[in-house]
Nanobody, 118 residues
Framework: QVQLVESGGGLVQPGGSLRLSCAAS????????AGWYRQAPGKQREMVAR???????NYADSVRGRFTISRDNAKNTVYLQMDSLKPEDTAVYYC????????????WGQGTQVTVSS
């Protein structure tokens, strides 16, 4: 069973930047969809950014132009670069993957906390 481990979360001031990383225990992102989701207290989990193995990136309207998803297949790692952070970006961020390299099963990481506050 593949495992996803997120890192890079923390406390940042409004307007600041963070880069989240999601490391997989084996090669999956070269053939699977990779995504980042987030869940704020009292709210449902929502898609933030998603990147198919060979397609274009998708972003939530609330983060388009500020966040960038990317991957390094050689390192089995997906990244989420977050710029111009706002307090409403505060949430637990989760890495996700789905596709043929995981038997079309959805795999989630454990999450990393991002807090945007002055």
């Amino acid at each position: 069973q593949v495992q996803l481990v997120e890192s890079g979360g923390g406390l940042v001031q409004p307007g600041g930047s963070l880069r989240l990383s999601c490391a997989a225990s084996r090669n999956i992102f070269s053939g699977n969809v990779a995504g980042w989701y987030r869940q704020a207290p009292g709210k449902q989990r929502e898609m933030v950014a998603r990147m198919p193995a060979g397609g274009s990136q998708n972003y939530a309207d609330s983060v388009r132009g500020r966040f960038t998803i990317s991957r390094d297949n050689a390192k089995n790692t997906v990244y989420l670069q977050m710029d111009s952070l706002k307090p409403e970006d505060t949430a637990v961020y989760y890495c996700n993957t789905w596709g043929p390299l995981t038997g079309y099963r959805e795999i989630w990481g454990q999450g990393t906390q991002v807090t945007v506050s002055s």
